[in-house]
Nanobody, 122 residues
Framework: QLQLVESGGGLVQPGGSLRLSCAAS????????IGWFRQAPGKEREGVSC????????SYGDSVKGRFTISRDNAKNTVYLQMNSLKPEDTAVYYC???????????????WGQGTQVTVSS
């Protein structure tokens, strides 16, 4: 069974950092584009970041550029989202998702994780 499982969420103060992980089971991530998304209560889902299957290219939403960094370790079958300088408006459930392919093309994702809550509050 193909699964993506997020972890690393929690409560952090404004200005703090968190690192989210997206671990795959049932398949290898080597041939998959992975994206991170988030959804806050009452808001639409927002694309946060995307990384190519090789890790050679990545893209970010405007609201997180310069603060978040996506990376992957295919040997560990895991993709990470390092989040720095967190703001209250970053509070949301964060999801990772994947599709078979090489590059971030904005196409529909086939596999989704269950999400992990990130709360930024003092």
């Amino acid at each position: 069974q193909l699964q993506l499982v997020e972890s690393g969420g929690g409560l952090v103060q404004p200005g703090g950092s968190l690192r989210l992980s997206c671990a795959a089971s049932g398949f290898t991530l080597d041939y998959y584009v992975i994206g991170w998304f988030r959804q806050a209560p009452g808001k639409e889902r927002e694309g946060v970041s995307c990384i190519s299957s090789s890790g050679g290219s990545a893209s970010y939403g405007d609201s997180v550029k310069g603060r978040f960094t996506i990376s992957r370790d295919n040997a560990k079958n895991t993709v990470y989202l390092q989040m720095n300088s967190l703001k209250p408006e970053d509070t949301a459930v964060y999801y990772c998702a994947g599709y078979s392919g090489r590059y971030c093309r904005g196409r529909e994702y086939d596999y989704w994780g269950q999400g992990t809550q990130v709360t930024v509050s003092s």
